[in-house]
């Protein structure tokens, strides 16, 4: 018998599945698929400001980018008091953010803050629009939809959209190299890096990252492109630094963290433990140390070096501690870390129910996507950033990129889901099982005896 002249009833392919090879963006109706979230996300995050924090002050990390942003306003420089008391140029905070802050400041004067405020609302609103890009990039137009809306509405986030901090920036620039590996666009992804490294100075494994992807997908040319314009971008901040402070490096402030966290005082008590503060630190000669701010970095590192080669195992304490602070499992919520971030504590109490949730669909969405190695750059950008946490400081408002992470894979976990539904209703609308069961047999047949 000839199989070739075997007549097989008509079936109606499947549809394409969202975000796979041959699959096409659905119409978007009037409108671009960030609006609707984007919108969302502004009015809440406005309503947060207005009703949960419509008095706040910045204190610590953000009040010290406000008075660099003021002393660049004022023209200046790159000025502050802080580890000292005399005002000199400084390398403690990275420039970037400041530098963005001080803009809005020439118009409205330095004393107001609601232009700062604005400011962060809006950064906020870039990084929907670039999730959305993202996401639908990777798993289709639900994706994108879903995780924009997800990130609109997460409480840790929103909190950090409203103060003068550098997390949302941290964020923005995150996704958009993300964003742009994810296009091949890698020498617009060596230049966010770099920005990135202005703004998060432990980026340097996102431009690890870059560079990985780029050898792998596109060569060394364009890989060793990618890290030139990242160096290229850093360079000027560095230099900058050797010539003012005494020091190449991008931040004089690793010195400080390391030590509040590995320093003397800090293994004895197993706590932060500021430097700045503790008498141990004036009682052993540092503080003298504080008007050369390479100097005092320096010894800082050297001493939390020390502590960690004597106390390896502290480490791992930090690390077990780190993710459940991060985790705000209860007895290790750090009230005090919250309160100086900006972050209101009965509004943090009465949204904390979100977390778990978002991290289950989260991670389902995430692990449905394994295979699919797009997605490898942005977990492996997230694991570098969450495990310099666990070891160093591990403050909620620093869980950013996980909690973004987790947006995302709630937005492929919605994928996931409505391309089930339709595979299921085009089964069942053809009398047939998917394509994908019957391809075997249809191949056998087709081979005949």
Excluded: C
Excluded at 112 to 135: E, M, N, S
Excluded at 272 to 289: A, C, K, M, N, Q
Excluded at 345 to 358: G, H, K, N, W
Excluded at 408 to 416: D, E, P
Aim: proline letters at 8%; zero cysteines; glycine letters at 10%.
């Amino acid at each position: 018998m000839d199989v070739t002249a075997v007549r097989h009833p008509a079936v109606a392919p499947e549809p394409p599945v969202d975000g796979e090879p041959g699959s096409a963006p659905e119409p978007t109706r009037g409108h671009p698929p960030w609006v609707v979230p984007v919108i969302v996300g502004v009015i809440v995050r406005l309503l947060h400001w207005a009703v949960i924090s419509p008095n706040w002050v910045p204190r610590s990390d953000a009040r010290q980018y406000v008075d660099l942003a003021r002393s660049l306003a004022a023209g200046r420089g790159f000025v502050a008091s802080f580890p000292g008391e005399a005002l000199h140029p400084t390398a403690f905070r990275p420039p970037l953010y400041p530098f963005l802050l001080s803009l809005p400041m020439r118009l409205s004067g330095p004393d107001a803050l609601w232009p700062g405020r604005l400011l962060a609302v809006g950064i906020g609103a870039a990084l929907i629009v670039v999730t959305v890009a993202y996401a639908r990039r990777i798993a289709g137009d639900r994706a994108g939809l879903v995780a924009g809306l997800v990130v609109a509405v997460t409480p840790s986030l929103i909190a950090n959209d409203t103060v003068t901090m550098t997390e949302s920036l941290g964020l923005l620039l995150m996704m958009g190299v993300l964003l742009s590996v994810l296009e091949d666009r890698f020498v617009l992804a060596g230049t966010l890096s770099g920005l990135l490294m202005l703004t998060r100075p432990n980026a340097y494994l996102v431009v690890l990252v870059v560079v990985v992807v780029a050898v792998r997908s596109a060569g060394w040319r364009r890989a060793a492109a990618a890290f030139g314009v990242s160096v290229a971008v850093v360079a000027p901040w560095a230099l900058r630094n050797a010539v003012e402070v005494g020091t190449p490096k991008l931040v004089t402030s690793d010195g400080f963290t390391l030590a509040a966290m590995y320093g003397p005082p800090a293994i004895e008590s197993g706590g932060f433990i500021d430097p700045t503060v503790s008498t141990w630190y004036r009682d052993h000669g540092v503080w003298e140390l504080q008007d050369d701010q390479a100097a005092w970095s320096d010894r800082l590192t050297g001493l939390a070096v020390d502590g960690i080669r004597e106390h390896p195992a502290s480490i791992l304490r930090r690390a077990a501690s780190g993710a459940a602070t991060m985790l705000e499992v209860p007895g290790f919520q750090a009230f005090e870390a919250e309160y100086v971030d900006g972050r209101d504590p009965r509004f943090r109490d009465a949204t904390l129910f979100t977390f778990p949730l978002l991290v289950l669909a989260g991670t389902a969405g995430v692990v449905l996507r394994i295979r699919d190695r797009r997605t490898w750059p942005a977990l492996a950008v997230v694991a570098g950033f969450v495990a310099l946490s666990l070891v160093t400081v591990s403050v909620p408002r620093l869980r950013g990129p996980f909690d973004l992470l987790m947006a995302i894979g709630v937005g492929y976990l919605a994928a996931w889901w409505k391309n089930r539904d339709r595979a299921g209703t085009a089964s069942v609308g053809s009398g047939r099982a998917p394509a994908s069961a019957l391809a075997p047999a249809d191949h056998e047949q087709g081979r005949g005896s």
